[in-house]
Each structure stands twice: as structure tokens, then as C-alpha cells.
């Protein structure tokens, strides 16, 4: 067991970069990855926009400092408005973008504006909902063929979903999120518990075509962000609905995201590499299947993977965080955006957050979860 004295110094590190990335972020926010490990602004565009409002929570619920909540608050006008003028939304990430930031200020402050902000991207997100093949589409114009398809890491954006129907009482968003999670776990987990990136369909007739990547070693190996999208987003789903068939699921991605780790426990960004190979690790994938497991283990706790997510979350912290790289405004270290475009190891925004609520949760056993 990790001690309290251990993780509030992973804790208070985090923090400190986050409040300082409060000068050159108040009024914009860090791309999806940095260069040469410094963030840039993303101009409010990216679909990891959220991730930095939730560190603010974060650190805000940690410290009580000002600074966290009113440049939480000044983001969240600038999501507003991007969601009113359905600006860079043509995509299914709402819940990436508006669970961390206008979702977490409701839950925190009771913002009534953060929360119709929320239930207007949840309203936007199903309006990529397709009957046929029961699925809310990735990417790209909904009436294009090419882009009839889902991915892997849409699980994280039902959670918008199912609080929107908390929220509001209309079941409308719970349900089309309950098909659409059945259609993902039915088509991208494999028999072995390994998964697909994306899945194909049929634009005329719904029927499923095939599995592949994006941003995987090959259609058939195992991505290993991918992988961790799995066992997050199963676990998250489960808070909501209580289903026995997603601890089953959850389980089967869980064990084999655990079988196949290296002996540090930190993932290459496909999981076909293990011990030996030079290819680089992404340790957002840590950092994302720590928290699915510390979620699940509030509902089953398994002491097996308890064990990995510790081993991975002190390794994170020892091995590959940027507290000896004080030149840099990351927290985490060798994370990789996508390998296939040709990317190098640098620090993503979205490992930087779950690895700050993976520590949360584990100081606060309490913790309620921004999703």
C-alpha cells in the first residue's frame, strides 16, 4: 500500500504544475500533447480541452485555492460558447470535453449555467446517434459513408449521457447511451479480452463490417490506449447502471490489460510489445486503466489489480514523471499520441489528469467522480 505521506507528495507536484500553468492557461488551454515536453495552447479546439479544466477541479478540491476555480470558471465560458456556435464539434468526444469542465463545476459550485452548458453537449452528442446499427458515430459529417464507425474510446463519453438523464429526467440520453455501449462491447472486445480501435458498419444497412486501428500497431494487435479506454470506460458505465454483464466485461479487459504489461507495468502504446522491445511506452495508458480499476474496486474490490494499479501508479510518479524536468509544465513523461503519424514520446494532457485522479481517488476514498 502506497503511504498518505507518498501521495500527497505525487499530489502536491501535480498541483504545483497545474498552478503554474494557471498564468499561460487562464484563458486558453494545453493541446492534446506537448513539444519537447512544454504544452502549447490548443486554441480551444481539441477534443482534450476538458482534461486541463479537470486538473483545475483537482487541484481546486485539493487546495481550496482561488486560482484553481476562476480559471476553471473563465474556460468553461469559452466551452459554452463553443458549443453554442457548434464550433470543432462534429465528433462524439462531448464527454471528454464538457464531463471535466461544465460538469465538474455543477458538481462542485451548483453552476446552473455549467449545467445546461453540460445537458447542450449531451443534447449535441446524440444527435450523432444512428438506429441503424444502434451506435453514436466517431468522426466526420453524419450523412458521409467512410466515416460510418465508432471507437473504442467513446465509452468515456456516456457518462455525459447518463447524467444528463440524472440531471434533467428525461431518459432519452441514458438510453441511447445503454445502445450504443452494448453495440461498442459487442463488436471491439475480442473472445481473448483484447481490443479493436474502431469498428466499421454499413451506411445503408447497420450491419457491422469490420474492426481496425487508428492509432494501433495493426488491426489485429491490441492498442494499448485503446485497451485502457476499455477498462475506464466499463467502469464508469457501471457506476451508472449497475450491470452484470459490464463487470463481466470489465473483468475480461482488465485481466488481459494485466497479463500483458511488462515487468515495470508500464504499457508500450501496443500492447503486442513486452520486455525487450525499444519501441516507446505510453504511460497514459497507466494512468487511464488505474482509475478504471480504483473505480470498479469501490463496487468488487480485486486485490490483484489493486496491486497492478499501485505498482503502475509509483512507477508513473519514479520512472516517468517531469519533477526532475523543471524546465517543462508536464507532470507525466513518454506518452504517446499516436505512433502510426509518427509521434515521439511527450507528455499528453489527458495521461497528466488521470494520473492526478487516480491520486485523488486514492487520497479521498470519497471522492466523487467528475464523469
Known sequence: ????????????????????????????????????????????????????????????????KKIFRDTLENLNKILKKRIEEKYEVNHHDMGFIYSLSNVAEYKLFKSETAKKTALEAAEHLIGRYHEKGEFIQAWGDIDDPASYSLIIDSLLNLPLLFWASGVSGNVKYAHIAKKH????????????????????????????????????????????????????????????????????????????????????????????????????????????????????????????????????????????????KPETNVILTDAMYSRPAGHKPEAAIYGDYFFMEALMRQINKAWKMYW
Open 181 to 324: 455501449l452494448k453495440t461498442v462491447l459487442q463488436y471491439v472486445v475480442r473472445e481473448d479480452g483484447t481490443t479493436f480501435h474502431r469498428y466499421s458498419f454499413d451506411f445503408y444497412t447497420g450491419k457491422p463490417i469490420a474492426g481496425m486501428t487508428a492509432q494501433g500497431f495493426s488491426d489485429n494487435s491490441c492498442w494499448a490506449r485503446g485497451q485502457a479506454w476499455g477498462v475506464c470506460g466499463t467502469a464508469l458505465c457501471y457506476a451508472y447502471t449497475k450491470e452484470n454483464s459490464l463487470l463481466h466485461t470489465f473483468r475480461k479487459l482488465t485481466d488481459r490489460f494485466v497479463s500483458m504489461l511488462p515487468e515495470d507495468g508500464i504499457p508500450y502504446w501496443d500492447m503486442i510489445f513486452s520486455d525487450g522491445s525499444n519501441e516507446p511506452r505510453d504511460t497514459s495508458s497507466a494512468a487511464i486503466a488505474i482509475c478504471g480499476i480504483l473505480e470498479m474496486n469501490k463496487y468488487f474490490p480485486d486485490e490483484r489489480y489493486s496491486a497492478a494499479a499501485e505498482k503502475m501508479l509509483v512507477t508513473l510518479y519514479e520512472k516517468y514523471s517531469a519533477i526532475k
Open 1 to 64: 500500500m502506497i503511504s498518505e505521506d507518498k501521495l500527497h507528495e505525487m499530489m502536491d507536484f501535480c498541483v504545483s504544475v497545474t498552478e503554474r500553468n494557471t498564468e499561460k492557461f487562464f484563458a486558453d488551454f494545453p493541446y492534446a500533447q506537448s513539444t519537447d515536453y512544454v504544452y502549447h495552447p490548443s486554441h480551444g479546439k481539441e477534443w482534450t480541452d476538458g482534461f486541463w479544466c479537470g486538473m483545475l477541479a483537482l487541484s481546486y478540491e485539493y487546495t481550496k
